[in-house]
């Protein structure tokens, strides 16, 4: 934060009210919204649209993993750039993940989707426990 507000960014944190009293970088932040704890993805949203009535949003980045999905949502919402919401979900997944890895060429361990009976038995026949 401290260095995209070196870069002459306008941060503004939007968070939970419980995260309010963490260490910010304050002196970075230009703004800094608390909502409460159990907010619903709507009032993020009707924050962060009220944000951009007064100053144009360039970036949402999601500042821990359980906010992917919510700011994806939100870029799709306001049609910005970066991650959406059903790509943020294959990090959320690890078998989607687990899955989209192996597709793509990356060596994984060997694995089973825990849907199917017959799957599962036939990799438990193929594969020796650890």
Same mark, same amino acid.
């Given at each position: ?9 306008? &941060? =503004? ?12 970088? $304050? %002196?970075? @932040? ?29 970036? &949402? =980045? ?12 939100? $870029? %799709?919402? @306001? ?52």
């Amino acid at each position: 934060m401290r260095e995209c507000k070196s870069r002459g960014c306008h &941060l =503004v944190v939007v968070t939970k009210e419980k995260w309010l009293h963490e260490d910010w970088p $304050r %002196e970075s @932040l230009d703004d800094l919204f608390a909502l409460p704890n159990d907010a619903p993805y709507e009032l993020f949203v009707d924050v962060i649209c009220h944000i951009s009535k007064e100053r144009k949003i360039d970036r &949402l =980045v999601a500042l821990e993993e359980f906010d992917v999905i919510t700011a994806g949502r939100i $870029r %799709e919402h @306001l049609c910005l750039p970066g991650l959406s919401s059903s790509n943020a979900q294959v990090y959320r997944d690890k078998l989607a993940m687990s899955l989209n890895v192996k597709a793509g060429g990356v060596v994984v361990p060997d694995f089973v989707p825990l849907i199917n009976r017959a799957e599962v038995a036939d990799f438990l026949s193929r594969v020796p426990p650890p």
